[in-house]
């Protein structure tokens, strides 16, 4: 009888965790053999030009809410810096960084970033923010984080993460993840939430799928 009662345990645990799992991870593959077997990847570092912050208007304009986006993205790169955390967790062989190429400054964001109702993005709007970058490289795979919207409402942050073909420009795998806001008040509320959603795309997706 106990053996029966602590199955039911861990089916019951089990089927709470993937749910908590469907909650946070939409994750789409398109041609994941390809991720495995690349050896290069360029990371491209986290492109804002899709970014919407999803609040009252009334609240605070555009630029009054820029000022904290910089505190935002810098919080992110203390915690999650490239060489000791992500190319880690990747485990390609070899990597280049272009911070440049996808637009990764603060202010490729739209001017009309702040908006009153949830935004709906789509894959294809990722595609087409990846196939206008200036790419050079002639090989490998790229990588791209969108954050795509900061919800005040739900406090949330939601993000994209795509590895995409150098060369051709298209899509290879992308993954949707969200984060909880957090921190030492505003200005490293969406900076953690930021750092939420890519160590989710870490544990529970790339982990998840494939450990180079």
């Given at each position: 009888?106990?053996?029966?009662?602590?199955?039911?345990?861990?089916?019951?645990?089990?089927?709470?965790?993937?749910?908590?799992?469907?909650?946070?991870?939409?994750?789409?593959?398109?041609d994941?053999?390809m991720?495995?077997?690349?050896?290069?990847?360029?990371?491209?570092?986290?492109?804002?030009?899709?970014?919407?912050?999803?609040?009252?208007?009334?609240?605070?304009?555009?630029?009054?809410?820029?000022?904290?986006?910089?505190?935002?993205?810098?919080?992110?790169?203390?915690?999650?810096?490239?060489?000791?955390?992500?190319?880690?967790?990747?485990?390609?062989?070899?990597?280049?960084?272009?911070?440049?190429?996808?637009?990764?400054?603060?202010?490729?964001?739209?001017?009309?970033?702040?908006?009153?109702t949830?935004?709906?993005?789509?894959?294809?709007?990722?595609?087409?923010?990846?196939?206008?970058?200036?790419?050079?490289?002639?090989?490998?795979?790229?990588?791209?984080?969108?954050?795509?919207?900061?919800?005040?409402?739900?406090?949330?942050?939601?993000?994209?993460?795509?590895?995409?073909?150098?060369?051709?420009?298209?899509?290879?795998?992308?993954?949707?993840?969200?984060?909880?806001?957090?921190?030492?008040?505003?200005?490293?509320?969406?900076?953690?939430?930021?750092?939420?959603?890519?160590?989710?795309?870490?544990?529970?997706?790339?982990?998840?799928?494939?450990?180079?």
């Open positions: 009888m106990k053996k029966y009662l602590l199955l039911l345990v861990i089916l019951v645990m089990a089927g709470n965790t993937q749910a908590q799992y469907n909650e946070v991870v939409k994750n789409k593959i398109i994941l053999n991720v495995v077997n690349a050896n290069t990847l360029t990371y491209y570092g986290l492109d804002f030009s899709l970014l919407k912050y999803v609040r009252p208007k009334s609240a605070e304009d555009d630029a009054e809410l820029k000022k904290y986006l910089g505190a935002w993205f810098e919080f992110y790169q203390k915690e999650i810096p490239a060489q000791d955390f992500l190319f880690r967790w990747l485990g390609f062989d070899h990597y280049n960084f272009d911070a440049n190429a996808a637009q990764s400054r603060i202010d490729s964001v739209a001017k009309d970033w702040v908006v009153i949830t935004p709906d993005i789509e894959i294809a709007d990722i595609s087409m923010a990846i196939k206008s970058y200036d790419l050079h490289g002639d090989s490998g795979l790229g990588f791209v984080i969108h954050p795509v919207q900061f919800n005040h409402i739900d406090e949330i942050a939601k993000c994209y993460f795509t590895f995409f073909d150098i060369v051709t420009k298209e899509i290879v795998w992308i993954t949707e993840t969200t984060g909880r806001i957090d921190g030492n008040g505003t200005t490293q509320w969406y900076g953690f939430a930021m750092v939420a959603c890519t160590r989710n795309y870490i544990d529970q997706v790339y982990k998840r799928n494939l450990k180079k």
